[in-house]
């Protein structure tokens, strides 16, 4: 497999911060295409009758450069805003090398993405790493441009 260097190209070479600049920005735009893919995908559907939407499974999103986030938060019942901030702070604070893991820690968050009792899935996590290729690409263009390479 190749390196993460080699994926975008031997450009960055020149500017050794290029790479990083790349994998940084190129996770935040994963991470704000999630949150628009759950939000076209789950919250802009019509709700099942008796559901109260809160926004927690939007919320519950999660990163970390140690260990995958885990299914294991129940849902409050009450409105939970979205904030990507930490997210964010765990992405900026990662070193070139690491691992970064984002999941989701809604309890339900599978049922979701793969559907159960009837509903239909909405894969929007899926959808998401597809495009991860796609994303490197465009920041690495634009993060060239930027730098005049």
Known sequence: ??????????????????????????????VSQLDQLLADEVYAKPQPPGYKRTGFLRASLMASTSAMPTLSRDN????????????????????????????????????????ANGTRPRPWVAMAAQRWQMIVDQKATEIKARLGL
């Open 1 to 30: 497999m190749a390196s993460f260097a080699a994926t975008v190209g031997d450009w960055c070479l020149k500017v050794p911060i290029a790479v990083e600049i790349v994998f940084k920005e190129a996770a935040q735009e994963l």
């Open 76 to 115: 409050p019942g009450v409105a939970v805003p979205p904030d990507l901030g930490d997210v964010i702070l765990v992405i900026n604070g990662a070193d070139l090398g690491d691992t970064l893991y984002l999941g989701y820690t809604a309890s339900y968050a599978a049922v979701v993405a793969y559907g």
